[in-house]
Nanobody, 125 residues
Framework: QVQLVESGGGSVQAGGSLRLSCAAS????????MAWFRQAPGKEREFVAA????????YYTDSVKGRFTISRDNAKNTVYLAMNSLKPEDTANYYC??????????????????WGQGTQVTVSS
């Protein structure tokens, strides 16, 4: 059983930056593909970014390309999401997720086995 704990959320003005972290425990972190999803009030949870277990592949939803960067440190059992040039539409609760194998379905939330509790990101205009 893998436990995931997110941190780093907060409130920023548009154009600002935040770095989210997700610490994993209870499993072999390097054997999991990892992702970030987000959910705004009244909306479905949506894919943001994913990274393969050996960092040999990263994927982003179009709206964050060029602004967000996903990375991981397998020695620290942690995945990160660096968010720059934040916009009010980025406001959401951000969740990290782990999957034993995502293949080409990295944006499909049903492929992920474990989820964190989320960290809130609020961007004001």
């Amino acid at each position: 059983q893998v436990q995931l704990v997110e941190s780093g959320g907060g409130s920023v003005q548009a154009g600002g930056s935040l770095r989210l972290s997700c610490a994993a425990s209870g499993g072999t972190f390097s054997s999991y593909d990892m992702a970030w999803f987000r959910q705004a009030p009244g909306k479905e949870r949506e894919f943001v970014a994913a990274i393969r277990r050996n960092s040999d592949g990263t994927y982003y939803t179009d709206s964050v390309k060029g602004r967000f960067t996903i990375s991981r440190d397998n020695a620290k059992n942690t995945v990160y999401l660096a968010m720059n040039s934040l916009k009010p539409e980025d406001t959401a609760n951000y969740y990290c997720a782990a999957a034993s194998w995502i293949g080409t379905w990295y944006s499909d939330r049903t492929q992920y086995d474990y989820w964190g509790q989320g960290t809130q990101v609020t961007v004001s205009s």
